[in-house]
């Protein structure tokens, strides 16, 4: 670290490297920290890696430090240079192209992190990464180097494979790594691999120990953890936008769709269970596997470790220097732990969205006809479907999402499940307040966008039955407009807060195109809208 500190390291680059270990390792652990570092002070490091760095904390460094970094035109170059190292990629380069991919969904440019995500997972399965442990597993023999490029491998590779997941969901497409080719074990490396002033882990080779109990990880450290809890929720990912997918083709007719048909025979996927009913789909709960996924996910989401039991324990402003010991790992465990129950939120509404006649009608007419198109997502009134926001939202999702962010003829069951995940945020929220969103990961967003979607449409539903009632043609109970009323009021100070915590965000996230979005879908009115009607008398 002396040298790190000295004049070997120019004054720019241990400034990138110390800012992106700080805000974002935890998130992108795949570099060991004392090897990285010694590569650093030797000058080994692909620069196309070290500028992927600097662009992903340019605006961290502006705040903490009050410098101007350019970030837009480190990005160009960065993406100028990446051109040129396609045809023979190292790991510096894939890493860098992770890393730059991971800062583009951060700024809210989907369609180029998804474009970017799906170069990761090319270049992974080109390179053969997808593959490292089908022939071969890690010897007792092994020399440290060796098995210290293994588990980098797996580590960049399980992160491009989160990407693309993710990406996949959002972008309505298949991963570009299959399911069916994916023999990567899972990193194996001891709580050491963390600690910067450790030249190499203490054991080797190691294998993930998934009996661990919350208590050994908390006195140890254990980072990795969080790393395994991640790659976990990848598959729940994966298998929510399959079983979307299965849904909407089985419900169509097998000739309208016949080019599936061979991925049953040839890929043998397992066929999706027909609902246990002879009756019209009315809700997607009728299909096993949509209940069941919905369960994991919450499951997924119980089984993590409460980031506020470790609001004794954590302590920030650890000097970089002490990077990766005890205390620090336990800092950066409570910001993980933080961001993994964050991520439930939009897989969830993304699965509950699609619970809607919209998305789900079978097509009954024959091709050519107008009718044959799907349903568009139902909305309450005219200005939620203004061309604007169509507009807005297909310039980064698809229709499957955007459809869900603005329908109101979700069904109900689904529906009161998106609202309660939307309050149950804002308690986790805050409960975890001295957590600076600084520290978030591109995730948070996301997040919130969806929440905010759910809770203006939650208001304008209220709203209307409240305008109803008032016309006497409410068909609700004074009692059952009481707790409409009390929903509204609820449901308006969880938009206020939301929306605050998005401009928040706008401090280290590029916001402002989501920001804007939202403003159109007249945010601020709804908001204020909310105020008035909930203190209107019954």
Known sequence: ???FYSDEVSEETRESVSFYFDYYYAICPIFHPATFIRRVVEGEVDQLLIDSMRASVARAITKRTGKKVDVDQIISCVQERMLLGLDNPSMDYVRAVVVIASLFGGECKFITYNSLSCLAGSLVSRLGWHTIDLDSSDSADMSWEDWLTLELKRRTFWVVYENDSYQSMLSDRQMTVSEMRLFVSAPGSNHTWDDVSMPQVSQWPTRFDKTMSKEEILRTGWLLHTFIESCSFTALISRVNNILWDIKIGLFSASAFHC?????KYLKLQPLMTPQTDEPIKSLFQYPEFAEVHRLVLEWRGNLIRAEDMKDIWQPGIHFSRFGCLEHRLFMMRIRYFCLYTYAVPILHCLHFSNRPSYFKPRTAQSGDSKTSPEPAKSIDGAIEDKIIRELLESAFTDRLNDGLLAYDIVEDSWTICVNIVHDLVEFLNRNSDIPLDRCDQTMPFCLLTSITVMIRQIRMCRKKIIESEGGNSVHSA?????????????GSTL???????????????????????????IEEVANAADLFSSMAI
């Open 260 to 264: 599936h048909a061979p991925n049953t």
């Open 1 to 3: 670290m002396r040298r």
């Open 496 to 522: 206020r807060f939301l929306w605050n915590r998005l401009q928040d965000l706008g401090v280290m996230w590029r916001v402002d195109g989501i920001e804007h979005l939202l403003r159109s879908m007249q």
């Open 479 to 491: 009692s059952s407009l009481y707790l409409i009323q009390s929903e509204l009021l609820r449901s």
